[in-house]
């Protein structure tokens, strides 16, 4: 039985592969626990993210991978600001 699948739109791209690193072991794909890729049909190569937008940015994938630097987050820029205090002038 065959099935097909096309990734999904998404202006995010969550999960970047350094293709030359990974080993396409897929505990990455094993541990995420809203399933956004699937393997490689190429054995040895990075997933497939299909659903992008669905990343919840927990870093489980990065964190299981064997490989340093094979996979890496990239947290929308939401995720990136940093708010800090604004000080008013004093009034005299
Ligand atoms: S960061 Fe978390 S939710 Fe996003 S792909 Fe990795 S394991 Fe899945
Ligand atoms: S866990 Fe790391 S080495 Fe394994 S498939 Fe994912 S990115 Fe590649």
Partial sequence: MHFTAS???CSA???QFDAGL???CNRCVNIC???IMIPNPEKGRPPVVLYPGECYYCGCCVMVCPRENAIRLE???MNQARFVPVHQPQEA
Wanted: net charge neutral; glycine share 6%.
């Fill in 22 to 24: 990974c080993i396409g």
């Fill in 33 to 35: 626990q809203v399933d």
């Fill in 7 to 9: 990734p999904v739109p």
């Fill in 75 to 77: 947290h929308p820029i």
């Fill in 13 to 15: 791209r969550p999960i």
